[in-house]
């Protein structure tokens, strides 16, 4: 499996960025996506998640703000971004996960979100 994440950038605050995860490999309905933010010097957190049936999952500081969904036919997970806010910067992570036996884990190289205020 590899993930590919891309989307960020650079917006004011206010403004909305949508970051899209490609995933690459089999099974990608079976695996639970998420989105990860890792802030300077702050531990890397889950900002959102889906599961396989499409259940959601947020941080309570994006709830009504952002938006996870998957796309089984095209393998992809966006985040849609609203209302960005200057404490959203971060690099974002893509990952997925699938639990059977054992725990099948991976993660995406990380796009860098700045919300200037």
């Known amino acids: 499996v590899q993930l590919q994440a891309s989307g960020g950038g650079l917006v004011q605050a206010g403004g909305s960025l949508r970051l899209s995860c490609k995933f690459s490999?089999?099974?990608?309905?079976?695996?639970?996506m998420g989105w990860y933010r890792q802030a300077p010097g702050k531990q890397r957190e889950l900002v959102a998640s889906?599961?396989?049936?499409?259940?959601?999952n947020y941080t309570d500081s994006v709830k009504g703000r952002f938006t996870i969904s998957r796309d089984n036919a095209e393998n992809t997970v966006p985040l849609q971004m609203n209302s960005l806010k200057p404490e959203d910067t971060a690099v974002y992570f893509c990952?997925?996960?699938?639990?059977?036996?054992?725990?099948?884990?991976?993660w995406g190289q990380g796009t860098q979100v700045t919300v200037s205020s």
């Open positions: 990952s997925a996960m699938l639990v059977r036996s054992v725990v099948y884990a991976y």
């Open positions: 490999g089999s099974m990608f309905r079976s695996y639970e």
């Open positions: 889906i599961s396989s049936s499409g259940n959601t």
